[in-house]
Structure formats: C-alpha cells, structure tokens
C-alpha cells in the first residue's frame, strides 16, 4: 500500500545519486522517490521488484531489479534476507522521512548485520560516485550531532568514553540493537532526556542507520533529540487546543 512522504528540497541537489544516474542511465531519482511511499513505518519493504515497480514506475518498460541492486550498491538502501525473504531498507530514513504517529508500526523484521546481502558492483559505476550514500550518511549524522548534542541529551563526554569503553569490552548490556549497545545508566539517561519517546523502540528502528556512522553514539542521541522535539510540540500543541476548547481541566 503507497504511502503519502514528504520529498526535501535539497534532494534535488544530490550530486551522488544524479552522478548514480546519470551513469547507469536509470531512472535512480525518481525510482528511490517511488520507495519511499512503498517503505513501511521503519523505511523497510520487501524485496519484490515486479511488485514495487508497480508502485513506483508502472508505465515504464524497465527492469526494476536492476534500479534496486544500483541504488543498493550505491548505499541508498540495503538489501537483507530472513528466513528465507528477501527485505529492503533505507538507512537514512529518520532523517529525512517524519512519519505520521498513527501510522501502523512495522511488521517486516530489521535487519541485522549477518542478514545484509552486499551488492555486487555495477559495471562502469565511477570511483568517486562509490558509497555516496555512506558518506551523506555521514554528514547528515555529524549535522545532527552538532544541533543537538550534547545541549539537548544532558550526556557528557564521560557517558561517550564509557559508551566506547563498553563496546570494546563486549560488557552485559542493558539495551542491544545492531551497534546500539548501552549500559543501563546511558540507557536511563537517554529514557530521562528524551521523556516524549519510547526510547528502546526509537533505538530499534535507528538500528540500521547508526551502523552506518562513524560515531553512532552522539548520532543516535542527535536523533532521538530531534524526534523528541517533534513529539514535544505535538503535545504541547494537543494541550493548547484542549485549552481553547474549554476542557482545561481534563488531563
């Protein structure tokens, strides 16, 4: 079923996925526009071409399979199996997508590190264009580091030395997803911080995309700080309304 998403301005200034394009000589743009309202509340989708480029490019005579390994190859999305299946992801999907809260949770399961299926190499794809999608996966996340952290999350460097000191010791955790490994006092502090979110689901559905950061600590916290404004404002909106309204009493 299509969803309705949201499309960035910036997105059409994407050197990386027009150099993509414009090398393969697919439809990468508009093909990855498509996938989002085919993706699922976590940025997720089967991986089912005939069935997506229905969603995405039915009129056109194209190989969608062929659109899919290229933008995975690329990095834009990932490709994983379970059971069996065969899934789809996008990794950025937080930080562009701002997902209605009715909208139903996902049922398709996460991916995991021993789930991922690497793309092969595309013919004739240029050195430079290479893991585009890692590199602005990066710079979306040291963006968000500098907006939001450590001013939003009340965190100090001594909470990111003993995040890093308990990955390298492979410590018990409170709290495991992908790299996301937090001990229960970052956990606590993160649930405190950040009191307008479930915070272990939030973490769960930002799984993917914190492998994908060379810092997943203060990324993964720059995340959840904004979705924690998002979810503030909402709240703050919904209690004004109630307010004029006339239900002032009702809590």
């Known amino acids: 079923m299509a969803r309705i998403r949201s499309v960035k301005p910036e997105f059409f200034r994407h050197e990386g996925l027009y150099e993509a394009e414009h090398t393969s000589g697919l439809p990468l743009r508009l093909s990855f526009i498509g996938l989002w309202t085919a993706a699922d509340h976590e940025g997720r989708f089967k991986w089912r071409p005939r069935q997506l480029k229905l969603d995405c490019l039915p009129y056109d005579d194209i190989d969608f399979e062929q659109i899919l390994n290229v933008l ?22 937080h930080q562009h997508q701002h997902i209605n809260h009715r909208e139903m949770r996902s049922i398709l399961p996460a991916p995991t590190e021993e789930s991922m299926v690497h793309a092969r190499a595309c ?20 963006k968000e580091r500098k907006n939001n952290f450590p001013a939003d999350a009340g965190l100090t460097t001594a909470d990111l030395g003993e995040a890093s000191k308990g990955w390298a010791s492979k410590q018990e955790y409170a709290f495991e997803a ?21 915070v272990p689901a939030e973490l769960t559905g930002l799984a993917t995309w914190a492998g994908s950061q060379a810092r997943w600590f203060p990324a993964v916290s720059g ?18 309304e ?3 309204l006339g239900f002032g009493g009702i809590t």
């Not at 995975?72 to 999907?93: M, R, S």
């Open 178 to 198: 992908g790299v996301i490994r937090l001990n229960q006092k970052n956990l606590d502090a993160w649930k405190k911080a950040y009191s307008y979110l479930d």
């Open 72 to 93: 995975a190859e690329h990095g834009f999305i990932v490709k994983y199996e379970i059971n069996g299946e065969l899934y789809g992801h996008i990794p950025t999907w």
């Open 223 to 240: 995340a959840l700080a904004k979705r924690n404004r998002e979810q503030k404002l909402k709240s703050d909106q919904a209690r004004s």
């Open 123 to 142: 013919p004739g794809t240029p050195g430079h264009a290479r893991g585009e999608g890692e590199r602005e996966r990066e710079r979306e996340g040291e």
């Open 242 to 244: 109630v307010g004029r």
